[in-house]
């Protein structure tokens, strides 16, 4: 049993900045890939991004790229998002996922994870 617990989460401006941190118990954070997704208020969750075990190779949502970083840890068994330019639009809860494997056009669909967190709100007012 793998357990992820994100934190982070608050209410700022637009344009201003939030860190979330994904904190994990039971095995390792390197024997995993590592993913961030969220969901707005009437629709599904979506995917935002993903780190491999190493962090050598990501991969971002269009509607984020050049403002959101995806970075890990794996000492402190911690990935983390961190969030640039905040617009009202981003508003929504954040979750943090895990997988086993790195597959190939696979890693942005939420059924290809294994273990998910409670999520953590995010609200940017305008």
């Known amino acids: 049993q793998v357990q992820l617990v994100e934190s982070g989460g608050g209410l700022v401006q637009a344009g201003g900045s939030l860190r979330l941190s994904c904190v994990t118990s039971?095995?390792?954070?390197?024997?995993?890939?590592m993913a961030w997704f969220r969901q707005a208020p009437e629709k599904e969750r979506e995917f935002v991004a993903v780190?491999?075990?190493?962090?050598?190779?990501?991969y971002y949502a269009d509607f984020v790229k050049g403002r959101f970083t995806i970075s890990r840890d794996n000492a402190k068994n911690t990935v983390y998002l961190q969030m640039n330019s905040l617009k009202p639009e981003d508003t929504a809860v954040y979750y943090c996922a895990a997988d086993a494997v790195w597959a190939q056009n696979t890693v942005t669909l939420r059924t290809s994870y294994d273990y998910w967190g409670q999520g953590t709100q995010v609200t940017v007012s305008s």
């Open positions: 039971g095995r390792p954070l390197s024997s995993y890939i």
């Open positions: 780190i491999n075990w190493s962090g050598g190779r990501t």
